[in-house]
């Protein structure tokens, strides 16, 4: 869902997949920046987060407010 947000903001460029020190392996191999078009979906297949995947995204504006 958040995802699907910031593809359809003309103001956002990227996304960055931010990932807690402490994930699963699989998550932190995720971690990055991405065209917005192409960021990985998530929860990631293979994540071993006991209580779910704790990864979220952030958007990487183009401009900021004035």
């Given at each position: 869902?958040?995802?699907?947000?910031?593809q359809n903001n003309p103001r956002v460029r990227?996304?960055?997949?931010?990932?807690?020190?402490?994930?699963?392996?699989?998550?932190?191999?995720?971690e990055g920046t991405y065209n917005k078009e192409?960021?990985?979906?998530?929860?990631?297949?293979?994540?071993?987060?006991?209580?779910?995947?704790?990864?979220?995204?952030?958007?990487?504006?183009?401009?900021?407010?004035?």
């Open positions: 869902m958040a995802l699907k947000k910031f990227d996304v960055r997949v931010v990932v807690p020190a402490s994930a699963c392996p699989v998550c932190r191999s995720f192409e960021a990985p979906k998530i929860p990631f297949d293979g994540c071993s987060e006991p209580d779910g995947c704790r990864a979220f995204y952030e958007p990487m504006l183009l401009e900021l407010y004035p």
